[in-house]
């Protein structure tokens, strides 16, 4: 009798830990699966068999999500969900941005200084395993998981997963901009496209050989310029424009961070919360047709992101070789996610967050294992090696398909 009812006792703890492994199956591989369909779906539409989503099309359609759906998907949820004392209680979610980042950044310079990848990829092979996607990815995989109304996170699932991501992609963007954007720098006097072409020797004249006395200095239109330049006085207006080319304000505060920045300030004064982003608001109309735009930005993303993998990786991968290529991937998705998983665990140990809330913690997770930011390409646009990091974002956007539903099931066993 006593081994009987043993026995079931054992019966019963397998029969609810294989339901628990189930229910974590359900909630992180199910999203995942939406989203590779949705991919999916973009990939056939910018296919040549029916060419809907063509490369211009694609570009219209991301430009439209960066500057319109995805910023009024942040401004209605985050400042719906923000108040000044949760910003005093999320306070760790910056700061874990930035220990990723750092965590991120060394395990890129340990690994690159092991496999050595070719000339100038450094310092490209450790931004692209250091730097992962806080922002449209984490967004994509918590709508996914919040369709369901049978989630672990319960009602307030999708305005407080977003609210929680939308407010650390403001220092994302800074570190995108200031730390990625030195980082990405091509070689003193050259760039990513002449270190790969042939190289030429400078034609001299004849003429000037021999008779070096007769090529000027400076030519006229140069002298007169300088003249000019050296003339007049930098005007205010002059030294505002330096300094915001220097800072690079354009590129930090682009539609999603100013989007951020005005919800954290309307949110947290009881007096325009009131006006704009309550339910019973006069200018609720404003809040609620952000809120019926933002709907519209999951879709679109994943639509943009399938068309974009019908081009492949292009001559990117050739540039980097396999080698830096495979490396970056494993570090990415599978060395930098433990280190994150012990940053968090860590901090959760020393307090340093709201207790018994785990859509905080589930969302730190997720900062620390996604792939590779897919910003990180436009500020590679932007120092000349847009190729090699197309190939980067092609590749291990499609291993991550495989690694997120695997840390996704580790992270909800963890925390349910």
Not at 54 to 64: E, Q, S, V
Not at 169 to 193: F, R, S
Not at 212 to 226: D, F, G, Q
Not at 242 to 268: H, M, N, W
Request: charged share 15%; with cysteine; proline share 7%.
């Amino acid at each position: 009798m006593a081994e009987r009812s043993l026995m079931g006792i054992l019966m019963e703890e397998s029969s609810s830990s294989s339901a628990s492994l189930l229910a974590a199956l359900r909630f992180s591989v199910l999203p995942i699966v939406k989203v590779f369909t949705v991919c999916f779906m973009g990939f056939l539409m910018a296919s040549k068999y029916v060419n809907i989503l063509p490369p211009n099309g694609r570009k219209l359609l991301n430009g439209l999500v960066f500057s319109l759906l995805l910023p009024c998907l942040i401004f209605s949820e985050l400042g719906r969900a923000i108040t000044l004392e949760k910003i005093l209680q999320w306070w760790f979610i910056p700061i874990n941005v930035i220990l990723g980042s750092i965590s991120g950044s060394i395990i890129g310079l340990v690994v690159a200084s092991i496999i050595r990848p070719p000339y100038p990829y450094f310092k490209f092979t450790i931004i692209h395993i250091g730097i992962g996607n806080i922002g449209n990815i984490p967004l994509v995989l918590l709508a996914a998981i919040c369709r369901d109304e049978t989630n672990p996170f319960g009602d307030t699932c999708s305005q407080a997963g977003t609210a929680y991501i939308s407010f650390g992609q403001w220092v994302g963007a800074i570190i995108l901009y200031t730390y990625v954007y030195q980082m990405l720098a091509p070689p003193p006097g050259e760039t990513y496209d002449s270190i790969h072409e042939p190289k030429l020797l400078p034609t001299i004249t004849l003429e000037d050989e021999i008779y070096p006395e007769k090529v000027p200095l400076l030519t006229p239109a140069e002298s007169e310029t300088e003249t000019a330049v050296s003339a007049t006085e930098p005007t205010l207006k002059d030294r505002w424009n330096y300094l915001v080319e220097k800072l690079k304000l354009k590129q930090i505060f682009q539609p999603p961070i100013t989007a951020s920045v005005l919800a954290i300030v309307i949110g947290v004064i009881p007096f325009l919360k009131k006006l704009i982003l309550t339910d019973d608001a006069p200018f609720f109309f404003f809040t609620d047709s952000c809120l019926i735009l933002g709907e519209a930005m999951i879709p679109c993303i994943l639509l943009a992101l399938g068309g974009n993998l019908v081009d492949g990786p292009g001559v990117g991968s050739k540039r980097l070789g396999l080698k830096t290529m495979a490396a970056i991937i494993f570090a990415r998705l599978l060395l930098v996610p433990p280190v994150g998983l012990g940053i968090v665990t860590l901090a959760d140990k020393l307090n340093l967050f709201p207790k018994d809330d785990k859509m905080f913690k589930f969302v730190l997770l997720l900062q620390h294992s996604m792939p590779t930011s897919v910003l990180s390409g436009a500020v590679s646009n932007l120092r000349g090696c847009a190729k090699e990091s197309a190939a980067i974002l092609f590749w291990v956007h499609i291993f991550a398909v495989f690694s997120m539903a695997g840390w996704m099931i580790l992270f909800l066993r963890i925390l349910f």
